[in-house]
């Protein structure tokens, strides 16, 4: 019931969003996607994710910069998910700079966000990794072109969702305890916070 619920809210989250975004009196709904490979070309290559530096001396499975542009003949927005854990300002600003000029979709309809993956080539020194220019280079330029091939793959679409679960990538990573016992989880207490504080949070 709860899964249920959960995905009907992010549903008319999702119908919100576009209501907002896109004019109702508006034309007929296009849409493009591109997922663009950012796989690293050299090795080894600094990995962001960890408390010190872990050099990656190969790609066990590839990376991407997926995107999506969205037209309903008034606006066009673009949506980019990077496989990276944390992404600088400035390189994002730099890709919707250089998209803008292949695409002519303003910057300021254009999102790029990162998956949090904690195995990917560093563009933001955290945590003892340092960004190797030539890979910071060769993401942006990927983003950029990525977003104007999804922009080139527009044509008519439909809303639709769905609902799927995949219990060995996401799952609870409390230790699970026979009953009755006086073992003591390892971990410690859990702790119940607000990550995200603010009004109306």
């Not at 709860?2 to 975004?21: D, H, P, Y």
């Not at 949506?79 to 600003?93: A, K, P, S, W």
């Amino acid at each position: 019931m709860i899964r249920r619920l959960l995905a009907v809210s992010v549903f008319g989250l999702v119908c919100v969003s576009l209501l907002v975004t896109f004019d109702a009196t508006a034309g007929e709904l296009r849409a493009g996607a591109f997922a663009m490979d950012v796989t690293p070309l050299k090795f080894p290559i600094s990995m962001n994710g960890n408390m010190q530096d872990a050099p990656a001396k190969k790609a066990a499975d590839p990376l991407h910069a997926r995107c999506l542009v969205l037209d309903d003949g008034k606006t066009r927005v673009a949506f980019v998910v990077v496989d990276n854990c944390v992404i600088r300002r400035e390189l994002m600003d730099d890709a919707k700079q250089r998209a803008s000029k292949l695409t002519d979709i303003p910057t300021d309809r254009m999102t790029i966000s990162a998956t949090h993956a904690h195995s990917c080539p560093t563009v933001a020194g955290v945590f003892q990794s340092e960004p190797i220019p030539e890979y910071v280079e060769f993401l942006t330029e990927r983003i950029s072109a990525g977003i104007k091939q999804a922009n080139d793959n527009l044509a008519p679409a439909r809303v639709a969702w769905g609902v799927g679960r995949d219990e060995n990538q996401v799952f609870n990573r409390r230790w699970l305890l026979k009953e009755p016992t006086n073992e003591t989880n390892p971990f410690g207490l859990i702790d119940k916070a607000r990550m995200n504080p603010g009004f109306n949070n």
